[in-house]
């Protein structure tokens, strides 16, 4: 009983790693129609980023996760500039934009980094400890930091000018540009929040596991996952499909290996989709 | 017309089948050209899949399937080489038939993203099927490919990469005649049609699923036989061999190529196999050189690869005709 309680606990804090990488990746393709493939790199450079900042340059962990946020937020807009923006409802040539970027983003981190796995050091060591259950502080504070993120972003959409002009654009892009709001403004805005969120997303990776170059393939696998669980475009149901898969992801190896996990998670999501192709929140 | 056209056919198979005579000394060039042909096997039949407008990100899934089944089925069930090397396509056809209709039946994002998590879900269990599989070790020593010998004529051993050349030449171009009269035919009409028009298509009494359904099979069987030739030639599986990228490169192979030609995917996967390795000097930059690729052809070529000739040809005209206007 307690093993499975552990595991429930371990698997709601890999579930908010996966909302955050999810949540991006579903504000951009609400607004850019596109799925971004490249957003699993965008959380490895986010763990990189802070591993420098905080291993090799010495900086707090906690502002090196605002540098990382920053940073790579504003390469989000760059991305979106540069590469996104000209393929915008391209589903198959958005694919090879994105390979590329991934190729491009790996290969500068291997040549750069190594390849070897990579570790940030515990800040605080502390273990909060319930009956027999441990929980480090270390994946509290994840938990924590996903939940306010995800109300932030919830609070941006709904209570700020430019989050209902991205839920005009992601209703009606021709509708919305025909209302005076300004699309590729709201495009690189969706950008850098996505980006900005799978950076500190992969930074609370790297600090509770470990760090590496090809970190990014596994995340972006599991967090389109997510968002056909919880339904495309769908901030809620973002949620509730992360929160699914990290049950799934902590509860299964269990009984079985990682790998079954991954397995079981996958199918119920092919399985879901074959009886509910939008998803469970999605809107067709 | 007619024999201008048969030139051009036989042209670049004359060149394929010379080739193998001339790269003989060099097992390093010898084993490009098998890879080439493999990649233009796996594009070529994603192709025939993309026809329908319908993006399959799992073909690497069912390379993986026809590999693995051809391996077991000679090391751990005595099937000969060449039954289990057709079981290989065989069995990847299954799979296809069993998951084919619910999974035609959703739309392009989903079906794209569907079949991603399918090829995902077929590494996984390779990497975990372990009495089978052999998990993340693998499969050692898988045999080669039996010899083949008509009495009195020759004998074929398939222990150097050479003859290797010539049975993947061979597989490749039985595959490329199957999937062109597949393309020409009432089928590939059919299917083209549903690209163009999915509802359409329905309201005049086509069974879109259906036609979606069968070249789904058709295109996972040819991954299928690839696959299968993939272990014989390379003698060692991996699961790795097999992850999300490995699906991934071959619709770049598709795309960059360009997939509204035939030749598209042909062109693209020989490019894109090729490229890399003569830029193998560069060690870790490699990958920068198919990204630049990548990247030339994506914001300048939309039509892909097998656009470039008539690219080129009408700026040609654009040209000589603004010249023929100023000369005016």
Not at chain 1, 235 to 245: D, E
Not at chain 2, 310 to 328: D, H, L, M, P, T
Request: glycine share 10%.
């Amino acid at each position: 009983m307690d093993a499975l309680l552990q595991s429930i606990v371990n698997g709601f804090v890999i579930g908010w790693i996966y909302v955050l990488v999810a949540l991006g990746l579903t504000i951009v393709f609400s607004i850019m129609r596109i799925v971004q493939f490249a957003h699993g790199e965008i959380y490895m450079l986010g763990a990189f980023i802070v591993y420098y900042l905080s291993v090799v340059l010495g900086i707090n962990v906690f502002i090196a996760f605002v540098i990382a946020a920053i940073v790579l937020g504003l390469v989000g807009i760059a991305l979106e500039r540069f590469f996104f923006r000209r393929f915008r409802g391209q589903v198959e040539s958005s694919i090879i934009v994105a390979v590329g970027l991934i190729l491009l983003l790996q290969t500068i981190v291997v040549v750069s980094f190594g390849s070897q796995d990579k570790w940030i050091p515990s800040v605080v060591t502390e273990i909060i400890t319930v009956g027999n259950i441990r929980l480090p502080w270390e994946r509290a504070s994840a938990v924590l930091i996903g939940i306010i993120l995800t109300l932030a972003l919830f609070l941006f959409i709904q209570k700020t000018k430019s989050g209902q002009a991205m839920v005009a654009v992601a209703q009606d892009l021709e509708g919305a540009a025909l209302q005076g709001i300004n699309v590729d403004r709201i495009s690189a805005l969706s950008m850098a929040i996505g980006c900005a969120l799978a950076a500190v997303a992969g930074a609370l990776m790297g600090a509770i596991f470990t760090v590496s170059p090809s970190m990014g393939g596994f995340a972006m696998a599991n967090g389109i996952a997510v968002i056909i669980l919880g339904g495309l475009g769908s901030v809620a149901g973002a949620v509730i499909g992360g929160l699914i898969l990290g049950f799934i992801a902590g509860i299964v190896p269990l009984y079985a290996s990682t790998h079954v996990a991954s397995i079981v998670g996958f199918v119920l999501i092919i399985l879901i989709l074959i009886i509910r192709p939008r998803g469970l929140l999605g809107r067709d | 017309m007619k024999s201008d056209r048969i030139l051009r056919y036989l042209a670049p198979i004359l060149l394929f089948i010379l080739l193998p005579l001339f790269l003989q000394g060099n097992q390093y060039y010898l084993h490009i050209f098998i890879i080439c042909g493999i990649n233009v096997i796996l594009a070529s039949s994603l192709r025939a899949i993309t026809t329908t407008g319908q993006v399959s990100l799992g073909h690497g899934g069912f390379m993986c399937i026809g590999a693995y089944t051809s391996a077991v089925l000679t090391m751990k069930f005595g099937f000969p080489v060449y039954g289990a090397f057709f079981m290989g396509g065989l069995v990847a056809i299954a799979v296809a038939a069993a998951i084919a209709y619910p999974i035609t039946r959703v739309k392009t994002v989903y079906f794209a993203m569907l079949t991603l998590f399918l090829g995902i879900v077929i590494m996984l269990i390779a990497l975990e099927w372990r009495d089978m599989t052999g998990g993340s070790y693998g499969i050692l020593d898988i045999p080669p490919l039996g010899t083949i010998s008509i009495p009195g004529l020759f004998t074929i051993d398939f222990s150097t990469k050479f003859p290797h050349c010539y049975f993947i030449l061979f597989l490749a171009l039985l595959i490329l005649l199957f999937l062109y009269r597949i393309e020409r035919s009432y089928l590939g009409m059919t299917l083209k049609s549903i690209a163009q028009d999915e509802f359409l298509a329905a309201s005049i009494g086509t069974n879109v699923a259906n036609f979606k359904a069968i070249i789904f099979c058709v295109g996972c069987f040819c991954a299928g036989l690839a696959g299968s030739f993939y272990a014989h030639y390379n003698s060692v599986l991996t699961p790795g061999t097999f992850d999300i990228f490995s699906s991934i490169y071959i619709i770049v192979h598709v795309i960059v190529g360009g997939g509204k030609k035939f030749s598209g995917a042909i062109i693209g996967a020989l490019v894109l196999t090729v490229v890399p390795e003569i830029f193998r000097v560069v060690k870790e930059f490699q990958p920068f050189v198919f990204v630049g690729v990548l990247f030339l052809v994506i914001f300048f070529l939309p039509e892909g690869l097998a656009g470039l000739p008539e690219r080129v040809r009408a700026e040609i005209k654009r040209i000589s005709k603004g010249r023929a206007q100023n000369n005016a």
